[in-house]
């Protein structure tokens, strides 16, 4: 299996513009989840999905933020309009939910920087 | 303050020596996970230990978890430089959709 996997790894844009991130899940998990990661705030969730579903989005910091899950196999993270703060690396993870033992698998995350 | 805080939150040895790093949390938990994070990578996960164990093993890995006290400890024994990295908990339970809480890790460097 490819493992979770992530477009693009790096992104740099100007303040304003709009950003997409997108995530290709474990073929066969059925939770998604989008964290960010900064030296600040350290990892912080911001939205999961069960079923394709967005079942939490308290995380997601602004209205900027938009999250969306088309199908099982691909989910975006939009950022409109970008500022510098949203900075960071962003990681998309996948797991199969069965029961309460599930792990998560980490996709390698898009280093994002606003400028 | 924030469900899975780790301590310390750095830690410098030398290759050989065992590593120790703790694991506090404040809700009741279906299960307790570590994960990895090498240096501009994912998370990876360790170990998982559910919340009727007390003590796992995995390689050089032990895992212990004490309900009581709301605490687990990560013991790698032996440490390589290749440990070298960020090392989380992040505790589960409540939901039935793999949501898991994260704590800020402790960083663990090891010297050759």
């Known amino acids: 299996d490819a493992g979770v996997i992530q477009s693009p790894r790096h992104e740099v844009t100007e303040m304003g513009q709009e950003v997409t991130l997108r995530c290709k899940p474990i073929s066969g998990h059925n939770s998604l989840f989008w964290y960010r990661q900064t030296m600040m705030r350290g990892l912080e969730l911001l939205i999961y999905f069960n079923n394709n579903v967005p079942i939490d989005d308290s995380g997601m910091p602004e209205d900027r933020f938009s999250a969306k899950m088309p199908n099982a196999s691909f989910s975006t993270l939009k950022i409109q309009p970008s500022e510098p703060r949203d900075s960071a690396v962003y990681f998309c993870?996948?797991?199969?939910?069965?029961?309460?033992?599930?792990?998560?698998?980490f996709g390698p995350g898009t280093r994002l920087l606003v400028l | 303050s924030q469900q899975g805080e780790e301590d310390p939150q750095a830690l410098s040895i030398q290759e050989g020596e065992n590593a120790t790093m703790n694991c506090s949390y404040k809700?009741?938990?279906?299960?307790l996970q570590w994960y990895r994070q090498n240096s501009g990578r994912g998370l990876v996960h360790l170990i998982l230990i559910r919340s009727n164990e007390r003590e796992k093993h995995s390689g050089r890995l032990r895992v212990t978890l004490d309900t009581s006290k709301k605490s687990s400890s990560l013991l790698i024994t032996a440490s390589r430089a290749a440990d070298t990295a960020s090392y989380f908990c992040?505790?589960?339970?409540?939901?039935?959709?793999?949501?898991?809480?994260f704590g800020q890790g402790t960083i663990l460097t090891v010297h050759p």
């Open positions: 993870a996948s797991s199969l939910v069965q029961g309460f033992q599930e792990t998560q698998y």
């Open positions: 809700t009741s938990i279906n299960n």
């Open positions: 992040a505790t589960a339970g409540g939901t039935s959709y793999g949501k898991l809480t």
